[in-house]
T-cell receptor
Framework: NAGVTQTPKFQVLKTGQSMTLQCAQD?????MYWYRQDPGMGLRLIYY???????DKGEVPNGYNVSRLNKREFSLRLESAAPSQTSVYFC?????????????FGAGTRLSVL | DAKTTQPNSMESNEEEPVHLPCNHS???????IHWYRQLPSQGPEYVIH?????VNNRMASLAIAEDRKSSTLILHRATLRDAAVYYC?????????????WGAGTKLIIKP
């Protein structure tokens, strides 16, 4: 029972490089989310997808793009990485977007941009 | 935005109850109160959530004040494995979907 799987677990980029963070869930959830977590802080929502084929901006979307490839997969792309994007990135999913629903999280991707 | 206020850190002894407070004075009538925890170097993990009534599950209890402006997460018998950052979170309506708005959380230290 994998839950939410994120790849890669660690990544080091140079400023200006691009990369895609992958996320997949096997719980048949409709909603998926990308968060970032900076040291000593809570999570901040980057983008979310309420259902397959839809994506919407969260609190901190600048510098990122997302793709909801299918119901299982939701990827996050950094087109031109900047040192300010050094962070831990978490993907999550929930049954739907209702206020009462539980979000399930992956183990995170630790990204350093030099 | 719905926001929460929590102590930065708390200490407790192993096998004793722990009461983690949270203030949310700007809560609206439809906001659920969620608690998640994050163990070191792991993703957040759901603990409990509620709307108006107190809630119990296998992990913890959630006591919600009558005016809903505060709540308390209760760990009945803390173990070393409960050492984590505990986040008290409110939901926020965003285009008919609800998002979780995270604060900095309370770091819970368990002393053997």
């Amino acid at each position: 029972n994998a839950g939410v799987t994120q790849t890669p677990k660690f990544q080091v980029l140079k400023t200006g490089q691009s990369m895609t963070l992958q996320c997949a869930q096997d719980m048949n959830h409709n909603s998926m989310y990308w968060y970032r977590q900076d040291p000593g802080m809570g999570l901040r929502l980057i983008y979310y997808s309420a259902s397959e084929g839809t994506t919407d901006k969260g609190e901190v979307p600048n510098g990122y793009n997302v793709s909801r490839l299918n119901k299982r997969e939701f990827s996050l792309r950094l087109e031109s990485a900047a040192p300010s994007q050094t962070s831990v990135y978490f993907c999550a999913s929930s049954r739907d977007g209702a206020a009462k629903n539980i979000q399930y999280f992956g183990a995170g991707t630790r990204l350093s941009v030099l | 935005d719905a926001k929460t206020t929590q102590p930065n850190s708390m200490e407790s002894n192993e096998e004793e109850p722990v009461h983690l407070p949270c203030n949310h004075s700007t809560i609206s009538g439809t906001d659920y109160i969620h608690w998640y925890r994050q163990l070191p170097s792991q993703g957040p993990e759901y603990v409990i959530h509620g709307l108006t009534s107190n809630v119990n599950n296998r992990m913890a209890s959630l006591a919600i004040a009558e005016d809903r402006k505060s709540s308390t997460l209760i760990l009945h018998r803390a173990t070393l494995r409960d050492a984590a950052v505990y986040y008290c979170i409110l939901s926020l309506s965003l285009d008919s979907n609800y998002q979780l708005i995270w604060g900095a959380g309370t770091k819970l230290i368990i002393k053997p």
